[in-house]
């Protein structure tokens, strides 16, 4: 039974310290149950297909409602997502399959993934166990004033991605262990990774760069296809829909006013929102997100921005980094909602900083090896 669970185990975490087989299978049993339990008592989850009031699910049925759906699409919901909520909906009359089933899954997927990157050391793993739980508790109670699906399945997806691509330094790149299931496999989270957030698509060129240098240093370029192939498709091939459809590059007609959010105080001069009638906004405007004029919209309050941010460089340097500052800080509400406290929402807090100390250490250290590498390289 103990062998049994320590390869399950190991399938989770990677290669756990060694010395310790006994205490380290039962901690990592504790945490995965732990997970499970607590992700168990989430709130249920907000489907993509709810964002905004934009859709109803009910006005797209079977495969040609599928279909007329992703013909229509042009604003900010996943589109695959979307697909599988349809085809939720449709089989069951109900968005919970994904947005609440999928959603508390993803939420214990996230922190039992996590450990496969701290698994080298017993203190580390001990300690990460632990955070991770804390993590998870304080997700759960922040998250449950918007929990949209989303925001759970990004990061599962990035997790599951750098734990299946191709890596140089692990030295299996070349060999039989990458097998075309795998690489289909890390290609195609890539893929969904992608279509799941807009800003991917600014954050791809790091996502592959690993990948293609360990396929370089392997001479192997029928594997490095074979991993980019779900991406050439579902990714390249979404991308081309909406700017054959659309005249759109990314694949939201929101993204103008979400910069606008964001640079709003920095005195950006955006034209007034008006809807398709030219009538000033009013409380039914999501429902009209979904088209051309939102996207001509979107368009021009994105190009105000742009334009502020060129007028003065040296003031959206300092308007950038407060907002860095704030996204790194330990929110504990979204939005204007009242913040969450208590005794676990403080230790929260106490694991956010630490973790950003640490993020900012390690940053330094990458920095720093890489300048005295091509010193080295230069100095030779």
């Known amino acids: 039974m103990l062998r049994f669970i320590e390869k399950f185990t190991g399938l989770l975490t990677g290669p756990l310290p060694a010395g310790w087989p006994g205490v380290r299978i039962w901690i990592s049993v504790f945490h995965g149950l732990g997970c499970m339990l607590l992700a168990a008592f989430a709130s249920p989850g907000i489907a993509a297909i709810e964002w905004m009031m934009a859709f109803h699910p009910a006005d797209y049925p079977g495969l040609k409602g599928i279909y007329r759906f992703l013909a229509e699409l042009q604003t900010g919901i996943p589109p695959i997502q979307a697909v599988l909520e349809l085809i939720a909906y449709d089989l069951t009359g109900s968005l919970a399959p994904v947005a609440s089933w999928l959603y508390r899954a993803g939420l214990a997927g996230v922190h039992l993934l996590s450990l496969h990157w701290v698994c080298r050391g017993k203190f580390r793993?001990?300690?990460?166990?632990?955070?991770?739980?804390?993590?998870?508790?304080?997700?759960?109670?922040?998250?449950?004033?918007?929990?949209?699906?989303?925001?759970?399945?990004?990061?599962?997806?990035?997790?599951?991605?750098?734990?299946?691509?191709?890596?140089?330094?692990?030295?299996?790149?070349?060999?039989?262990?990458?097998?075309?299931?795998?690489?289909?496999?890390?290609?195609?989270?890539?893929?969904?990774?992608?279509?799941?957030?807009?800003?991917?698509?600014?954050?791809?060129?790091?996502?592959?760069?690993?990948?293609?240098?360990?396929?370089?240093?392997?001479?192997?370029?029928?594997?490095?296809?074979?991993?980019?192939?779900?991406?050439?498709?579902?990714?390249?091939?979404w991308h081309v829909k909406m700017l054959v459809c659309h005249g759109q590059w990314v694949w939201t007609n929101q993204s103008g006013f979400n910069l606008l959010r964001a640079w709003e105080s920095f005195g950006v001069d955006a034209p007034p929102f008006v809807d398709e009638e030219g009538n000033p906004a009013n409380p039914n405007l999501p429902r009209l997100m979904n088209t051309g004029h939102h996207t001509q919209m979107?368009?021009?309050?994105?190009?105000?921005?742009?334009?502020?941010?060129?007028?003065?460089?040296?003031?959206?340097?300092?308007?950038?980094?407060?907002?860095?500052?704030?996204?790194?800080?330990?929110?504990?509400?979204?939005?204007?909602?009242?913040?969450?406290?208590?005794?676990?929402?403080?230790?929260?807090?106490?694991?956010?900083?630490?973790?950003?100390?640490?993020?900012?250490?390690?940053?330094?250290?990458?920095?720093?090896?890489?300048?005295?590498?091509?010193?080295?390289?230069?100095?030779?």
């Open 125 to 237: 793993f001990v300690l990460c166990s632990g955070a991770s739980l804390v993590f998870l508790w304080a997700s759960i109670l922040i998250h449950r004033q918007m929990p949209v699906s989303y925001d759970v399945f990004f990061p599962l997806l990035v997790l599951s991605y750098l734990t299946l691509a191709p890596a140089r330094e692990d030295g299996r790149c070349g060999g039989l262990q990458w097998s075309t299931p795998r690489l289909l496999s890390a290609g195609l989270c890539l893929a969904v990774l992608e279509l799941t957030r807009p800003f991917v698509m600014i954050l791809l060129p790091l996502l592959l760069a690993g990948p293609l240098l360990a396929f370089r240093a392997a001479r192997d370029w029928r594997k490095a296809a074979v991993f980019l192939l779900p991406l050439v498709i579902l990714s390249g091939g």
């Open 298 to 380: 979107n368009r021009e309050v994105q190009q105000a921005v742009f334009r502020a941010i060129l007028s003065r460089p040296g003031e959206a340097l300092g308007h950038a980094f407060n907002r860095l500052k704030i996204f790194l800080r330990p929110r504990t509400s979204i939005y204007h909602l009242t913040p969450v406290e208590g005794f676990g929402i403080q230790v929260y807090r106490v694991c956010v900083w630490f973790s950003v100390a640490w993020m900012a250490i390690q940053v330094l250290r990458l920095v720093f090896s890489c300048g005295a590498g091509n010193l080295c390289a230069c100095l030779a």
